[in-house]
């Protein structure tokens, strides 16, 4: 059996979704790029698919196939000027999941299509359905990322012995009800490497000892000190807390993590 392709429509649609798939994975690996640099990455990538297909070696599915991660580079690195190394490979992945994705909604969509129509569809109807399945996903990764920012926050901590502020990324746990057995204040976690940045800070006399219990481990004592000022930056509001009491957590809180302290919800309330 023998297909017939039209080599210029299969560029045209191939740079389309090409496009789709540099701005979600741009949306998601929060990377900056000029529409021009964009269009030019998902030009190079559909131009590669297409002298892929043209050798006559082999099968179009296995070419393709293997052919896959050098027109990915080539597209990434042509519309992202600062992915290399490492990120490079993590774009890699996001482009491959946002192509995955992408075309697995418009081949559902056209597939209920064509029982609707009863015979083929048009190249205008695959290009709508593509456009429809990428402000889907759009919608999507961008709900999702407010999500994750409404959890997330800049604190800013004041270290007067030393005349400066650390600065860090903070995960708000509304499932975080530490607080100190004598006082009643609130109690937030942080990481042994913030820890170490802010060990100056801390005043020996202040010391807390916090009981707590977990899954995985019935009860134990956190090692705890209070910070002079605590500054937490929101999206909407700035909050500004005087002696707050921290806890050193010596797991639950990888050093990758993109947050290197827990707050209690109770230091949001003004």
């Not at 064509?114 to 205008?124: C, D, K, T, Y």
């Not at 990428?134 to 994750?148: A, H, P, T």
């Not at 800049?154 to 400066?164: F, G, H, M, R, S």
């Amino acid at each position: 059996m023998y297909y017939k392709l039209y080599i210029d429509s299969v560029f045209v649609l191939q740079m389309t979704c090409n496009l789709y798939m540099l701005s979600l994975a741009g949306q998601i690996l929060k990377c900056t790029a000029t529409h021009k640099r964009i269009w030019m990455g998902a030009a190079a990538g559909a131009a590669m698919v297409c002298i892929v297909m043209a050798i006559p070696v082999g099968t179009i599915g296995i070419r393709i196939l293997v052919s896959a991660v050098p027109v990915s580079v080539c597209m990434l690195r042509t519309a992202f000027r600062n992915c290399r190394g490492r990120k490079l490979i993590h774009a890699s992945l996001v482009l491959a999941g946002c192509g995955f994705f992408l075309g697995s909604m418009m081949i559902w969509t056209l597939n209920r299509l064509r029982m609707v129509l009863r015979g083929q569809v048009s190249f205008l109807i695959t290009f709508v359905t593509g456009y429809v399945s990428y402000r889907i996903l759009l919608k999507l990764i961008l709900f999702l990322q407010r999500k994750k920012e409404e959890y997330l926050r800049t604190v800013e901590i004041d270290i007067p012995n030393l005349q400066q502020k650390v600065r860090a990324q903070a995960f708000i746990d509304t499932g975080n009800h530490l607080v100190d057995p004598i006082s009643g204040a609130p109690v937030s976690l942080i990481s042994v490497r913030l820890a170490k940045q802010l060990e100056s800070a801390f005043i020996p006399e202040k010391y807390h000892a916090i009981p707590y219990s977990s899954v995985g481990k019935d009860r134990g004592v956190l090692s705890a000190y209070e910070l002079p000022e605590l500054t937490i930056e929101g999206q909407e509001q700035i909050v500004r807390k005087e002696r707050v009491i921290v806890a050193i957590c010596n797991t639950g809180i990888s050093e990758e993590s993109i947050y290197q302290m827990i707050l209690h919800p109770r230091l949001l309330e003004e």
